[in-house]
C-alpha cells in the first residue's frame, strides 16, 4: 500500500471519467490531470468498447500516453463503465503502483441480473470481474455528501482526505467533475 502524500503541494492525480450516446459502439474516455490547487495540468483522450472488456487496458494505455511520473493517484468515475464494461482496479494497481480511487455516488444492490439480461449467452465472466471488484467503502465529504469507493493501494481514511481536497461543493470531486465535461464535449466532435 502506497500513502498519498497529502501534504505536498504539488500534489496531482489523473481522474477519468466516460460518455457515450445510444447506439455508439465505443465510449470517450477523458483524462484530466489536476493539481491539489485545482490547476489543469494536462488532458489525455481515450475509448472503449460499449459493452467490452477493454476498460482496464484503455485507461492503462491514456496513463501511459501521459508520459509523466508525477502522478500520484487516479481517480475514476466508476469502475463500471461503458454498459458493463468493467474495469480491473487490482490490474490497475499492479502496473501503476499508485492508489486507484473508484468513485460512485449512490448506493446500489448488485447488478448481477441486469449483467445476466445483457449477456445471457456470456455473464459469467462478467460477474466474475464484478465480485472481484469487492464492495465499496462510504465515506462522507466535508461538504455533506456521501461517496462509495472502490479503493485499491490507499487507505480509506487517505482516500476520504483526498476526495474532501479536490471537492469544492457537492458530491463530485473537481478532477472527475472536469474530466465529465470532457467526455460529454468531446461527443459533438
Same mark, same amino acid.
Given at each position: 500500500? &502506497? ?14 471519467? #466516460?460518455?457515450? *450516446? ?20 494536462g ?24 508520459? *509523466? ?13 461503458s454498459?458493463? &464494461? ?7 494497481? &499492479?502496473?501503476?503502483?499508485?492508489p ?5 455516488? #449512490? ?26 471488484? =469487492?464492495? *465499496? ?14 479503493? #485499491?493501494?490507499?487507505?480509506?481514511? #487517505? ?10 461543493? =457537492? ?5 472527475? *467533475? ?12
Amino acid at each position: 500500500m &502506497n500513502h498519498i502524500h497529502l501534504e505536498k503541494k504539488g500534489l496531482r492525480g489523473l481522474a477519468i471519467a #466516460e460518455s457515450f *450516446r445510444q447506439g455508439d459502439k465505443t465510449s470517450r474516455l477523458a483524462g484530466v490531470v489536476m493539481r491539489r490547487d485545482l490547476i489543469i495540468d494536462g488532458f489525455v483522450l481515450g475509448q472503449c468498447a460499449i459493452a467490452g472488456d477493454d476498460a482496464t487496458e484503455a485507461i492503462l494505455k491514456m496513463y501511459s500516453k501521459l508520459e *509523466r511520473d508525477d502522478i500520484s493517484f487516479i481517480l475514476i468515475s466508476g469502475l463500471i463503465i461503458s454498459m458493463y &464494461n468493467i474495469v480491473d482496479i487490482k490490474k490497475l494497481w &499492479n502496473e501503476t503502483k499508485m492508489p486507484i480511487i473508484g468513485v460512485t455516488y #449512490e448506493e446500489s444492490q448488485g447488478i448481477e441480473e441486469a449483467i445476466k439480461r445483457h449477456f445471457p449467452t456470456s455473464y459469467e465472466s462478467k460477474i466474475e470481474k464484478y465480485y472481484k471488484l =469487492g464492495t *465499496r467503502t462510504q465515506v462522507s465529504l466535508s461538504t455533506g455528501h456521501k461517496l462509495y469507493l472502490r479503493i #485499491e493501494g490507499c487507505s480509506a481514511q #487517505e482516500a476520504e482526505k483526498l476526495l474532501d481536497l479536490f471537492t469544492l461543493q =457537492g458530491s463530485i470531486p473537481e478532477p472527475l *467533475r472536469v474530466a465529465q465535461l470532457l467526455a460529454r464535449t468531446t461527443m459533438s466532435l
